[in-house]
Each structure stands twice: as C-alpha cells, then as structure tokens.
C-alpha cells in the first residue's frame, strides 16, 4: 500500500500536465456536458454537429494519450466554435445586399419614358355591314359592340387631350399639316439630324433605313406640296396609359388621313431624271399617327407611325 501510495505522488508531480482523471465519465455522456457548457456562448451552433465533432476528437486524444483529456477538447470545441462564427458572418455579409450609390440612385431617376414605341391598335378600315345584318343577326350585333366601343376610345383620348392641351381640331390639323410638309422636305434633302427632332426614337430609325435604300438608287430628289390639302380628317384616336392611379400619366395617338396633290422628281448621279416629273401633280393618300405626351413639360407632336393598306 506504502508503494503504491508513492507511486501515485511521483506520477503527480512528473507528469502532471497528463493528469487522467481516474473515473471518467461514460463518453457520451461527457461530451453532451461539454456541449452544453458551450451553447450559450454560440447559440447559431448546431448541438448535433459539436456533438459529432467532439466525439471524433476525444476518440482520437484517447487513442494517443490513453483517455480524454479535457484541456485538449475544449481547445478543439473552442477551434470548432470560431471556425464555425466565421463561416457564417462571412456567409451572412456575401448575401447582405448592397446599397446603390447616390451616383446610381441620381441616374435612375434621369430614365424618363419620351414614347412608348409602338402605335396602338393601328388603323384598319372596317368592312361596312347591311343594317338587317347589323340589327338582326348575333354577328351584327357583336360588331354593334365593337364599333361602339371603338367610339368610345376615341371620344375618350380626345377629351383627355382637350382637358390637358386645349386641343382643338382645326388648329391641330393646320400643325399636323406643317409637321407632314416638314418631314417630306427633310427626307427629300437627306436630312436625318434635323428630323430627329419631329420624330419618334422608334421611327427615326424606320426613315434613316429608307433613305439607305433611296440614296443606293436615286441621288437626289425633288418633292413640294401644293397647297392647301385637300382633306385631312382623323381615323383613330388612343390613349396609352402609364399609371392606373393617374389618368393623366400617358400618351395620345391620333391617326390622320392625309389626301394632298403632291409634285415628285428623281435624280440620278448625273442629274438625269430617272423617276417622276415636277411639271405634274399627283393625288396622295398617307395615314400617319402623330404621338404627344401628355405629362412631359413642352411636349409637342411628333410622328410615331405610318398605316399602309
């Protein structure tokens, strides 16, 4: 008993730093403590992952060292602990989404919409039906419907524009007119700078192709409208809404019918005329559907499409 007792006091003070307790717990009833003694300090941790990881850490210090040693585990649970907060602080800071800056914030707000870039509903003439087919037949009847309908859109459009602009028929012919003169003359002078201005983004670009294809056949032109027209009148009024809310947010489309005597002559490279003659007038229908927005300060009429049918 005396030398074991010795025995015992030599192994203290020798190796204490591999002190053993001598009862050790069951394993997994020690690692369940340590994980516990540590879930308040990461309560983001997964218990079944410390769990898992502590007990392949103390199996592998029992293996070396002969049995657990808490010093070792708690210094790989604590490894465990950071490795696993900086995981997820870096994860959290990869998705948090970024703000935009001010640079960004201040060109958005500059995108403003100058036209919607397409007519809507384009003009089409409507077949004209007998009045017992209109009145007594479920087929005249829906068209009853379609043409009142129809009706209605103009109407409408047309008392938005009055109440916003002032519209009235008479002056917007005559600025309609001038407008159709001036884009005539410019195409015939090659001009597509200046018709920028009077055009939409969408048909600015249709009239610089076809005076592509005008300029690879005919080097130059001439074109003059005798005046005064000698009809204009409206097909088609729409109006294309930008917002729910505000009924003023929006643009108008009116579609025209221009018939006009018209005097046409075609150059070639040598100044030969190749097509039409200037000495006589020619009789001219074109459809084309003028856009104005309504909620752009000094907005003003512009071109956006032309019918053919």
């Given at each position: 008993m005396a030398l074991a007792r010795l025995g015992q006091s030599l192994a203290r003070l020798l190796h204490r730093p591999l002190y053993l307790p001598p009862t050790p717990p069951p394993l997994e009833y020690y690692h369940a403590s340590v994980v516990r003694s540590f879930a308040p300090t990461h309560t983001g941790a997964c218990l079944k992952g410390f769990a898992s990881l502590t007990y392949n850490a103390s199996s592998?210090?029992?293996?070396?060292?002969?049995?657990?040693?808490?010093?070792?585990?708690v210094k790989v649970l604590?490894?465990?602990?950071?490795?696993?907060?900086?995981r997820l602080m870096s994860t959290a800071a990869a998705s948090k989404p970024k703000m935009p800056s001010a640079r960004a914030r201040r060109v958005s707000r500059k995108l403003v919409m100058t036209s919607p870039g397409f007519v809507y509903e384009p003009y089409s003439p409507r077949e004209s039906i007998p009045f017992w087919k209109r009145w007594f037949t479920l087929?005249?009847?829906?068209?009853?419907?379609?043409?009142i309908i129809f009706e209605m859109k103009n109407a409408y459009a047309v008392s938005r524009l009055r109440k916003k602009t002032g519209y009235t028929k008479k002056q917007f012919y005559a600025e309609a007119l001038n407008i159709y003169k001036e884009v005539n003359t410019l195409m015939a002078h090659?001009?597509?700078s200046a018709l920028r201005k009077i055009l939409t983004e969408r048909m600015h670009s249709t009239i610089k192709n076809e005076l592509k294809r005008r300029?690879?056949?005919?080097?130059?032109?001439h074109w003059e409208l005798v005046e005064p027209a000698v009809s204009i009148r409206t097909l088609r009024a729409r109006m294309i809404g930008l917002d729910k809310k505000d009924l003023d947010k929006g643009f108008v489309q009116l579609t025209l019918e221009f018939v006009t005597k018209q005097k046409f002559e075609a150059y070639n490279s040598k100044g030969e005329v190749v097509s039409g003659d200037k000495s006589k007038e020619v009789l001219v229908k074109?459809?084309?559907v003028f856009e104005r927005s309504l909620f752009h300060p000094g907005a003003y009429w512009r071109v956006c499409g032309r019918i053919t049918l």
């Amino acid at each position: 008993m005396a030398l074991a007792r010795l025995g015992q006091s030599l192994a203290r003070l020798l190796h204490r730093p591999l002190y053993l307790p001598p009862t050790p717990p069951p394993l997994e009833y020690y690692h369940a403590s340590v994980v516990r003694s540590f879930a308040p300090t990461h309560t983001g941790a997964c218990l079944k992952g410390f769990a898992s990881l502590t007990y392949n850490a103390s199996s592998m210090i029992g293996h070396k060292l002969g049995g657990p040693s808490p010093v070792h585990i708690v210094k790989v649970l604590d490894l465990v602990v950071h490795l696993d907060h900086t995981r997820l602080m870096s994860t959290a800071a990869a998705s948090k989404p970024k703000m935009p800056s001010a640079r960004a914030r201040r060109v958005s707000r500059k995108l403003v919409m100058t036209s919607p870039g397409f007519v809507y509903e384009p003009y089409s003439p409507r077949e004209s039906i007998p009045f017992w087919k209109r009145w007594f037949t479920l087929s005249g009847w829906r068209r009853t419907k379609e043409d009142i309908i129809f009706e209605m859109k103009n109407a409408y459009a047309v008392s938005r524009l009055r109440k916003k602009t002032g519209y009235t028929k008479k002056q917007f012919y005559a600025e309609a007119l001038n407008i159709y003169k001036e884009v005539n003359t410019l195409m015939a002078h090659g001009d597509t700078s200046a018709l920028r201005k009077i055009l939409t983004e969408r048909m600015h670009s249709t009239i610089k192709n076809e005076l592509k294809r005008r300029q690879s056949k005919w080097s130059s032109v001439h074109w003059e409208l005798v005046e005064p027209a000698v009809s204009i009148r409206t097909l088609r009024a729409r109006m294309i809404g930008l917002d729910k809310k505000d009924l003023d947010k929006g643009f108008v489309q009116l579609t025209l019918e221009f018939v006009t005597k018209q005097k046409f002559e075609a150059y070639n490279s040598k100044g030969e005329v190749v097509s039409g003659d200037k000495s006589k007038e020619v009789l001219v229908k074109d459809i084309w559907v003028f856009e104005r927005s309504l909620f752009h300060p000094g907005a003003y009429w512009r071109v956006c499409g032309r019918i053919t049918l």
